[in-house]
Nanobody, 122 residues
Framework: QVQLVESGGGMVQAGDSLRLSCAAS????????MGWFRQAPGKEREFVAG????????RYADSVKGRFTVSKDNAKNTVYLQMTSLKPEDTAVYYC???????????????WGPGTQVTVSS
């Protein structure tokens, strides 16, 4: 089992920045990849970004490329999502999830955090 806990959400204005954190209870080959997803009200959960613990591989959704940066601290078992130039449409509950490899489909992820709310006002 892997426990994930997100933090760092909040309410900001358009154009502001926010950094989310996701602490993992441990790292194994079963969770070599960490993904960030988000779910806005009335919408399906969507992939935002992903990173691997063992490599520098990252992946982003087109909607956040150039604005969001995913990073990691292996010593702390923590991944981060630095969000800049935030827009009202970025408002959502943000989840981190763990998988064997970076994937955009949520069913590929076996472990999920409870989520953290990000609200961007115009």
């Amino acid at each position: 089992q892997v426990q994930l806990v997100e933090s760092g959400g909040g309410m900001v204005q358009a154009g502001d920045s926010l950094r989310l954190s996701c602490a993992a209870s441990r790292r194994t080959f079963l969770n070599d990849a960490m993904g960030w997803f988000r779910q806005a009200p009335g919408k399906e959960r969507e992939f935002v970004a992903g990173i691997r613990w063992s490599r520098s591989t990252t992946r982003y959704a087109d909607s956040v490329k150039g604005r969001f940066t995913v990073s990691k601290d292996n010593a702390k078992n923590t991944v981060y999502l630095q969000m800049t130039s935030l827009k009202p449409e970025d408002t959502a509950v943000y989840y981190c999830a763990a998988s064997r490899a970076i994937a955009t489909a949520e069913h590929e992820y076996a472990y999920w955090g409870p989520g953290t709310q990000v609200t961007v006002s115009s």
